[in-house]
């Protein structure tokens, strides 16, 4: 299996619904570095799981959406609880979209995941990973 993995950063304003989150029920910011790798069996005529250059430019693209606002008020996210794990899977959802849709270059037509990472901390991150 081939990869190819891509990195942004993020910074966020939430609240978190649910006793079991504590004082992150209040509004705060996180800051997140976030990892999209692609996997492939194999590589397109080129050499190439995506074309890097625009697998990062869809992420920035994707992490310019989320970042510096609050999330509590962006109607695309209305009704879900923004943890790390939920918000991996927002970006690698919209990675997919892009991904068909050829943003991602015209060999992309291979991937057969996508995997997102959000990293909280160097203690701490979560996944999401789904076919595209």
């Known amino acids: 299996m081939f990869s ?18 504590g004082p992150a029920q209040r509004l705060h910011g996180a800051t997140y570095v976030v990892d999209a790798t692609f996997r492939a069996p194999t590589l397109d005529r080129d050499g190439l799981v995506v074309d890097i250059g625009q697998a990062a430019a869809a992420l920035a693209a ?13 109607p695309a996210l209305a009704g879900i609880n923004t ?5 991996a899977q927002v ?3 919209r990675l997919a ?35 595209p």
């Open 91 to 93: 970006v690698a959802d």
């Open 97 to 131: 979209q892009r991904l068909r849709s050829g943003e991602l270059g015209a060999g992309a037509g291979h991937v057969s995941a996508i995997s997102v990472t959000l990293r909280e901390s160097h203690i701490a991150w979560a996944s999401y990973e789904r076919a």
């Open 4 to 21: 190819v993995t891509v990195r942004d950063h993020m910074m966020i304003a939430h609240s978190l619904a649910g006793a079991v989150f």
């Open 62 to 74: 994707i992490v310019g959406e989320l970042s510096y606002r609050n999330l509590d008020d962006d």
């Open 83 to 87: 943890t790390t794990e939920r918000l």
